[in-house]
C-alpha cells in the first residue's frame, strides 16, 4: 500500500472515530451534533470505498 493511500485511509478512519463518538453521544446524552454526524457519515463511506478499492487492487496485482 502507498503512502498516500494510508495517509488518505487515516484520515477516513478519524473521521469515522468522530462519527461514532457524535452518535454514541446523541444516544446516551441526547448532545446533537449534527456537522460531526455528517462529516463521520462522509467518512465512513470513503473509509469504505477506500477499502474496497484497495482489495480490488490487490486481487488484480495477484491474478
Aim: hydrophobic share 50%.
Amino acid at each position: 500500500m502507498s503512502k498516500l493511500s494510508k495517509i488518505i485511509l487515516n484520515i477516513f478512519l478519524v473521521g469515522t472515530i468522530f462519527f461514532l463518538g457524535s452518535y454514541f453521544g446523541y444516544k446516551s446524552n441526547n448532545v446533537e451534533l449534527p456537522g460531526l454526524f455528517y462529516t463521520g457519515l462522509v467518512s465512513l463511506a470513503g473509509l469504505i470505498i477506500t477499502a474496497l478499492v484497495t482489495f480490488v487492487k490487490k486481487i488484480r496485482n495477484s491474478t
